[in-house]
């Protein structure tokens, strides 16, 4: 069974730092695209993704802010925040495009809370 592990949420100041990790387990031949989003209103908005050659895009509003990074070797990601503000707060979500069997499916994380408080 194929599944995204998201870990390094929790309560920080506004200000401060978190770190995310995500690590896909299963069967996987190769890992494709990886990212993050996180909860918006009716949607999920992307946060950040890296592909599988190290190219990375960013959400206007973490630009200067976030980093992206991964571990082919783990087959993890990894979201580096800083500067944290309220307006972070929400559910984050690791989201990996992966090779399973032939197959190249997109899979998401359960999700992970971080709340930065004022």
């Known amino acids: 069974q194929v599944q995204l592990v998201e870990s390094g949420g929790g309560l920080v100041q506004a200000g401060g730092s978190l770190r995310l990790s995500c690590a896909a387990s299963?069967?996987?031949?190769?890992?494709?695209?990886m990212g993050w989003y996180r909860q918006a209103p009716g949607n999920r908005a992307l946060v950040a993704t890296i592909?599988?050659?190290?190219?990375?895009t960013y959400a206007d509003s973490v630009k200067g802010r976030f980093t992206i990074s991964r571990d082919n070797a783990k087959n993890a990601v990894y979201l580096q925040m800083n500067g944290l503000t309220p307006e972070d707060t929400t559910v984050y979500y690791c989201?990996?495009?992966?090779?399973?069997?032939?197959?190249?499916?997109?899979?998401w994380g359960q999700g992970t809370q971080v709340t930065v408080s004022s």
């Open positions: 989201n990996a495009d992966l090779l399973v069997l032939g197959n190249l499916k997109n899979y």
């Open positions: 299963g069967s996987i031949f190769s890992t494709g695209t």
């Open positions: 592909t599988s050659g190290g190219r990375t």
